[in-house]
């Protein structure tokens, strides 16, 4: 039993970690750096209570989560590949007005700065309890776990199809990796570009809905807390690759979960947020030196050449 409660700890962290890790793995495959995704999750994670709140439907507010951060990212589409703005201080901008328009959306229409939290919000679909209790460990940890978790774990597959096996996907990391020579091909590198950030603003929707919607049924003002720059650091770690992001997102996640963990043996708060976030900047330096030691010069007779 604490193998599949810490199983579905894990899989409750790392959902939104992986969505947000896919989001930037797209765009990066498509040579853009979006730091965006941390404004597009806030955004979806702000409407999914505020519609689901309105409508009393679940299926209303994922969708109009999932359109919120679609929304924001075809703004930071238009920005930074069509008006020509710098990558990072687009996404930036984007992840400050996310932040001060939800909290001055809280103030002048909830009056409530500190976050909104509905008496009665709709229950996202759920694997009912017993549902999996005959496939040990594995299936207990998969039970009461809603639609967002199956939609992440195949979006993994899906994505890595999509870049490798479709046409778009050949025609989008041709323009990541040489844009000119995609150009002269024929493929229309803006077009391409814009197909990428959609898609993440897609997935980043999935992810904000995610931290609002699956157990908590409230949004508190900036309650991503860097799970996008994490993402971010989940591809670069995984070098762009779905599978390997996919890992990396999950090793994240484990580290979240082992945090929560320790607080049964009364570790410090503090420690216990900071798991996740030691984790990320550790899968950085690892990713930095393996990118180093590629690059050396090959040895002959013992002598760089």
């Known amino acids: 039993m604490q193998a599949s409660q810490f199983l579905a700890s894990v899989l409750e962290q790392t959902t939104p970690l992986l969505l947000a890790a896919l989001a930037a793995m797209i765009t990066t495959r498509a040579n853009i750096l979006n730091v965006a995704v941390e404004g597009m999750m806030?955004?979806?994670?702000?409407?999914?209570?505020?519609?689901?709140?309105?409508?009393?439907?679940?299926?209303?507010?994922?969708?109009?989560?999932i359109g919120a951060s679609?929304?924001?990212?075809?703004?930071?589409?238009?920005v930074s590949i069509v008006m020509k703005a710098d990558f990072i201080v687009a996404g930036l901008g984007l992840n400050i007005l996310a932040a001060g328009?939800?909290?001055?959306?809280?103030?002048?229409v909830y009056q409530d700065p500190g976050g909104l939290r509905p008496e009665v919000f709709p229950d996202l679909w759920r694997v009912p309890s017993g549902a999996l209790s005959w496939f040990p460990i594995v299936g207990p940890a998969f039970e009461r776990q809603s639609v967002i978790v199956f939609l992440a774990l195949?979006?993994?597959?899906?994505?890595s199809f999509v870049l490798y096996r479709m046409p778009i996907g050949y025609a989008l990391r041709a323009v990541g990796e040489d844009e000119p020579a995609a150009i002269a091909a024929g493929v229309h590198a803006a077009r391409m570009k814009l197909l990428a950030v959609l898609a993440s603003g897609l997935l980043a929707g999935l992810a904000g809905a995610q931290l609002?919607?699956?157990?908590?049924?409230?949004?508190?003002?900036?309650?991503?807390?860097?799970r996008?720059?994490?993402?971010?650091?989940?591809?670069l770690f995984g070098g762009g690759l779905p599978w390997a992001t996919a890992g990396a997102a999950f090793l994240f996640g484990a580290f979240g979960a082992l945090g929560d963990r320790l607080q049964t043996f009364q570790a410090p708060p503090q420690f216990v947020l900071m798991a996740p976030y030691i984790a990320a900047v550790l899968g950085l330096i690892l990713s930095r030196v393996r990118a180093a030691a590629r690059s050396r010069p090959a040895r002959i007779g013992g002598r760089a050449t």
């Open 154 to 159: 195949i979006a993994v597959p899906v994505c």
């Open 228 to 235: 996008g720059f994490i993402g971010l650091a989940a591809t």
């Open 212 to 226: 609002s919607m699956d157990r908590l049924h409230f949004f508190l003002p900036d309650m991503t807390s860097g």
């Open 42 to 65: 806030l955004v979806a994670a702000f409407t999914a209570i505020a519609v689901g709140e309105a409508s009393g439907s679940a299926s209303l507010a994922l969708i109009s989560a």
């Open 70 to 78: 679609a929304m924001m990212s075809l703004i930071f589409g238009f």
């Open 101 to 108: 328009g939800t909290l001055f959306v809280l103030e002048q």
